[in-house]
C-alpha cells in the first residue's frame, strides 16, 4: 500500500494558505451557519450536513432555529414534534441525537456546549469530524477537519494514492490537514478548504485551470483522485407493507425499528404471490436497495395490531412520516377510490 510521506513544506503551506484565503475572500460562500458564532446553532447545522446537501439544509436550518433557539428549548420538544420538523432531511437517527444531545447539554453542562473535543465527541452521534468541526467553527480552534471535500482536496494536493476508506487512508488525511493548518483563525481557513473542495476541486472534474492553489497541486490526473475501495453492491429488501383505509381514516403504526418513533404503513399479510401491490417504489437507505410493495388491506378485526392507530388525511401533514413511506400514502390517497379497486372502498 503505497502512503505518500511528502508533506508541503512549511513555507510552502504559508503561500497555500494565502493563496487560499484570497480567493475564499472573493468566492467563499455566504452560508447561514458561517454568520454565526452560536457553538447550538453550529451543531444544528453540523447534524443536518452530515450526508445531506448543502441546498437541502439552506431550506431546514433557519426554520429549525426558530422554533428551537438553543439547547433547552430543544430539550423540552417532544421526539414526535423533532421528528416531524425533520422529515425530507432523512437518516432520522441524526434528529434524535441532536435531541438526545441538546438534553445532555441542559442537564450535564448547564445549556452550554463543552469546549474540549472529547467531551463533544462523548456527545450522542457526534463523530471525529463533526466534533471538530465544532471546535474549530464555534470556538475557533486550530484543529483540522477531514469530510468529503476536504478529503478530496487533500488526497489531490498530496497525490494520495491510498483508499481513502480504510484506516491508514483517513490517518494520513487527518496528519495532511494538520500538515497545512494555521495556528490562528482556523475558522476561516478551514471554510475555505470545505469551498476550495465543493465549488473549484469538483469530484469529477476538478476545475484546475482556475483553482487559486493550483500550483501546489501534484498529480497529472486528479480526476482520478481520490482512491477509495471498490463498494459492495447494495443488498436487495422487499418490504410488504398494507394500505388500509376506512372512513376517511388511514391505519398506520408506529415504528420501532429503522425509523422509530415515526408513523409507518404496517406490514401487510400477503396471502397469495398472484396479489399484485397497488404502490411500488424504490429507494436506498444505508446500503440497502429497498423495494416497497403497498397492498390493499381490510381493517384489522380486533386491536391486536401492534401499536396501529387511525389517522384522518388531514391529521397525516402534522405527524412524523418517513418520505418513502409519505410518498406512497399521497400517490394512493390521489388515486383513491376508483382505481384502488374494491377493497379501499369504505367500509
Ligand atoms: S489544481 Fe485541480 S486538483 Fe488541485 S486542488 Fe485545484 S482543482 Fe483540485
Known amino acids: ?15 497555500f494558505r494565502a493563496a487560499l484565503l484570497r480567493w475564499y475572500r472573493r468566492r467563499g460562500r455566504d452560508l447561514p451557519w458561517r454568520r454565526t458564532r452560536d457553538p ?36 423540552r420538544a417532544s421526539e414526535s414534534s423533532v421528528l416531524h420538523a425533520w422529515q425530507g432531511l432523512g437518516y432520522y437517527a ?14 450535564r453542562y448547564g445549556g452550554h456546549l463543552p469546549r474540549t473535543i472529547a467531551r463533544t ?25 477531514v469530510e468529503a471535500n476536504t478529503a478530496r482536496v487533500l488526497s489531490r494536493l498530496f497525490n494520495f494514492r491510498t483508499p481513502i476508506d480504510c484506516t491508514v487512508g483517513r490517518e494520513a488525511l487527518w496528519n495532511y490537514a494538520e500538515s497545512l493548518l494555521p495556528k490562528r483563525s482556523a475558522r476561516v481557513y478551514n471554510s475555505a478548504l470545505l469551498d476550495l473542495g465543493a465549488l473549484v476541486c469538483l469530484p469529477r472534474q476538478p476545475k484546475c485551470a482556475i483553482c487559486p492553489v493550483k500550483k501546489f497541486c501534484r498529480p497529472k490526473n486528479p480526476q482520478t483522485l481520490p482512491i477509495k475501495k471498490i463498494p459492495r453492491p447494495p443488498k436487495e429488501l422487499i418490504e410488504a407493507r398494507a394500505f388500509t383505509f376506512r372512513r376517511n381514516r388511514i391505519l398506520l403504526e408506529q415504528s420501532s425499528g429503522r425509523w422509530h418513533g415515526m408513523w409507518i404503513l404496517p406490514p401487510a399479510r400477503v396471502r397469495s404471490v398472484i396479489t399484485r401491490p397497488i404502490h411500488t417504489s424504490i429507494f436506498p437507505f444505508t ?17 391486536a395490531r401492534g401499536q396501529g392507530r387511525w389517522f384522518s ?9 418517513p418520505s418513502p413511506h409519505r410518498r406512497a400514502v399521497e400517490q394512493l390517497l390521489a388515486k383513491r377510490p376508483q382505481k384502488l379497486g374494491s377493497t379501499l372502498a369504505e367500509a
Not at 500500500?1 to 503561500?15: G, K
Not at 441546498?55 to 433557519?62: D, E, G, Q, R
Open 40 to 75: 447550538y446553532a453550529i451543531l444544528v447545522s453540523e447534524f443536518m450536513l452530515q450526508q445531506t446537501q448543502v441546498a437541502t439544509v439552506l431550506s431546514y436550518y433557519n426554520e429549525w432555529l426558530r422554533r428551537w433557539s438553543d439547547f433547552s428549548a430543544l430539550a
Open 313 to 321: 388525511i388531514a391529521q397525516l401533514a402534522s405527524i412524523p412520516l
Open 1 to 15: 500500500m503505497h502512503v505518500s510521506t511528502n508533506l508541503i513544506s512549511p513555507p510552502d503551506s504559508r503561500n
Open 287 to 303: 446500503n440497502h436497495r429497498i423495494t416497497l410493495k403497498v397492498f390493499a388491506q381490510p381493517a384489522p378485526r380486533t386491536r
Open 121 to 145: 465527541r462523548a456527545l450522542p452521534g457526534i463523530g471525529r469530524y463533526s466534533a471538530h468541526a465544532i471546535a474549530t467553527f464555534a470556538f475557533d480552534q486550530s484543529v483540522p477537519i
Open 94 to 107: 441524526r434528529a434524535r441525537n441532536l435531541h438526545a444531545t441538546a438534553r445532555i447539554v441542559v442537564d
